[in-house]
């Protein structure tokens, strides 16, 4: 598990340098490695029974409804290797899930988890920054150095609008600051807790450069979805547990609106709601014609291959359009079924986390990760695209981490 969080987290796009009609990724090899060791226990008689959850059924659910959807598209396109290891990955991914919630049998096991995505994600913030700091030719060459292990080559620093005269974008080793700033947007949400409660998983100096490295490194994303998605997750944090602090993050947030450094942020914004940028404009093409693809084919979709009109196409920033595309009606409401039976099942046993301070601020932290998420999905499709498998699996193993929580606190609250 410890490698697919760092995976994820640093080399998100790294493949083996050999070619077998297919390219291995690490993340492939991480999370192929978990999933056997977690088989070979049950095979062997040393695991005796699979721990099932609320969200169980409605999860099996929706892999099935996807693999209805993507055999039923395959007269859409063409089945090539390329696409079936990329479902294939997404099904994986899904399926962790499953395995996190097993694995996640007693306290110890799900805090170190927590531990470790908290400090990847500060190396990944800290690497972002660290680039975004060089001169744009030395932050390139530097990433350039990542073709052997199968990044693209070439030009790869990016700016808003892709346009040099405006300012540089993070994106560490993530490619896209979108992509980045999503991941980061869920760490920052799992860290903020971290700041306010009286038992912080490390001390307060080192959450404090945790947290601090986070929030700058999503900020120099540019990605306004991110950091929508953020403020959605604190503010859940703050409603649900800290409402005494919600005039201070008011006030803040308008401080912070109003620094000069702030103004370029602010401005974006501003063009991204009155739909004057390009990226924005864009956007409002693809939902019309994700419209109107959902108008022809509502129930089912129309998979994963491609589309069988010739003026339609796959691909939406949205996350909830883009699983209506490949998976239809059927598919999103399966989908909305899992988010509502997760957040039911944390509010119906919520008591027993307020009494214990330590599993409180993981607990918040990871559901906040989740809003901030769903959030974010409203503008970026990453969290459900088969081309960015490591944003993926992040959002599952959240969602994974988040169930196990509530289910160990159910069982703690239930053994006293």
Known sequence: FWSVILVVALIPFATLPIDIGLTPTFLDLAIGAVVAVWLLGIVTGQQKSVTLTPITLPLIIFILIAIFAFIFGLSNGPLTPTLLRKFAELLISLGLVLVIIDYCSNWDRLLRLAKVLLL????????????????????????????????????????????????????????????????????????????????????????????????????????????????????????????????????????????????????????????????????????????TLIQRYPLFGVGFAGTPDIDLYLGVANVYLTITQVMGLIGLLSFFAIIITIFASAFFNRQWFKKHPQQDAVWLGLHAALVGALVAGVFDHYLFNLEFHHAVTAFWMIVGLAVATTHLGTASSESQ
């Open 120 to 291: 990847s994600g500060a190396v990944a913030s800290a690497i972002a920054i660290g680039l975004w700091l060089l001169p744009d030719d030395t932050a390139n060459t530097a990433l350039n150095t990542l073709q052997r292990l199968g990044y693209p080559g070439g030009w790869v620093v990016r700016y808003i609008e892709e346009n040099p005269a405006l300012a540089e974008r993070a994106i560490g080793t993530s490619v896209d600051p979108n992509v980045l700033g999503g991941l980061l947007l869920m760490m920052g949400a799992l860290a903020g807790p971290q700041l306010v409660t009286k038992e912080p998983l490390f001390s307060r100096r080192v959450t404090v450069v945790i947290v601090g490295l986070i929030f700058i490194a999503l900020i120099l994303t540019f990605s306004r979805s991110a950091m929508v998605g953020l403020a959605a997750g604190l503010l859940f944090v703050t409603a649900v547990r800290y409402r005494r602090l919600l005039p201070y993050m008011l006030a803040a947030a308008i401080l912070l609106l109003l620094l000069p450094v702030a103004q370029d942020y602010v401005g974006r914004f501003v063009e991204g709601v009155q739909g004057q940028d390009l990226a924005t404009q864009m956007r409002f093409g693809e939902y019309k014609d994700a419209l």
